[in-house]
């Protein structure tokens, strides 16, 4: 049975993750995204359910499911609850992206969107990793604009990861996007130079 060429695609908040992502997905490829994919499991998975109740009480959900301002005015103000938070759901992410990638188990490429692939252990489930990274000033000014958040808000998120400097270290392609072309300039080259792996 053929395996495909798992590559993750990562980036400290306002990298432009997303963005390349996007290119790919309009390309046709398969890209799993673990941050939609936790949001949709939040709401799904009965455990995650019973453990966020536990962490952040019963407000945490409401009739419309997880309340993710309350739960990121609490994570990100307190790295110990963000800890507690991904230690609930990350191992039904894995769960799920393997399924995924079994039923995607005929592609030649499979990509994988995570802003927190090394911080998660996801790194260890992909063949490849993509850095899409910008400098910290065009990072933050994306933030502020796209979630209508103050500097220190935005400066706050970003400590949350790990430093854009760490992963480049681990990364095997880095993408610098600080211009609004750079990535639709840079996804021929990329494709290129994983197909070489293949």
Request: net charge positive; hydrophobic share 40%; proline share 2%.
């Amino acid at each position: 049975m053929n395996t495909p060429l798992t590559v993750g695609i990562t980036g400290g908040i306002g990298g432009g993750k997303s963005t390349f992502a996007r290119l790919l997905r309009e390309r046709g490829y398969h890209v799993y995204d673990t941050d939609a994919s936790a949001k949709r499991l939040q709401n799904e998975d009965t455990d995650i359910r019973k453990r966020l109740i536990e962490l952040f009480g019963e407000g945490v959900y409401t009739a419309e499911g997880l309340d993710r301002k309350m739960l990121a005015g609490q994570v990100f103000a307190q790295p110990r609850l963000l800890k507690l938070l991904n230690e609930a759901v990350h191992p039904a992410v894995e769960r799920d992206f393997q399924r995924w990638k079994t039923r995607h188990s005929h592609e030649r490429l499979l990509f994988v969107e995570s802003a927190i692939l090394f911080e998660s252990g996801f790194n260890r489930l992909v063949d490849k990793v993509i850095l899409v990274t910008a400098s910290e000033e065009v990072r933050v000014g994306r933030v502020m604009k796209r979630d209508g958040i103050s500097l220190e808000a935005a400066k706050r998120r970003m400590a949350s990861q790990l430093p854009e400097e760490e992963k480049a270290k681990q990364a095997d392609i880095v993408i610098d996007n600080n211009s609004k072309t750079a990535l639709s300039d840079n996804l021929e080259a990329v494709l290129k130079q994983l197909n070489a792996f293949l």
